[in-house]
């Protein structure tokens, strides 16, 4: 098959693939999406030993005890939502403010299953900042500037 110029092969080779791609997708679909899901599911796994890791190395630098779990953090997050808002968190994006949290909820009594809850990272950066009750009282007079 004779080609015109260089840039009419290179056309033709870029749309021949996308076709082949194209067949190769509809016939393994099923299995596609199954190795996709299966990805995420171990992408969220090694995020959550990250996070448990982080928060580990807090508590030996802070002095405070830790006895979270991986499975401990895991099942907070299947839940999918915020312990405080109910908010579902979204875990495919950097820096989102809906991205899951550990929150301690008397920071001198460290990380602990009974003290620790999974809330949303803009709620927990607030609360680092100015405590639960102030940015309760910010929040709940906010709103009512804009009832």
């Known amino acids: 098959m004779p080609f015109k110029s260089p840039e009419a092969r290179k056309t033709y ?3 021949y693939q996308r076709k082949l791609a194209r067949q190769y997708y509809e016939a393994n ?12 599911r171990d992408d969220r796994a090694v995020h959550a030993q990250r996070v448990l890791l982080r928060a580990k190395h807090r508590a030996i630098k802070k002095g405070v005890p830790f006895d979270l ?11 999918g939502e915020c312990e405080i ?3 579902p968190f979204v875990f495919n994006s950097k820096r989102s403010p809906y991205q899951p949290s550990i929150d ?12 620790c809850r999974m809330i949303l990272w803009a709620l927990n950066t607030a609360f680092a900042t100015w405590g639960e009750a102030q940015t ?5 007079a906010w709103l009512k500037t804009r009832a």
């Open 136 to 140: 309760a009282e910010i929040m709940a």
């Open 29 to 40: 679909r099923e299995v596609i999406l199954a190795r996709q899901l299966a990805r995420r």
């Open 85 to 87: 808002t109910g908010t």
């Open 13 to 15: 080779n870029r749309e």
């Open 104 to 115: 301690r909820k008397d920071p001198a009594l460290g990380y602990t299953q009974d003290n």
């Open 69 to 79: 779990t991986l499975d401990w953090v895991l099942g907070k997050w299947m839940i």
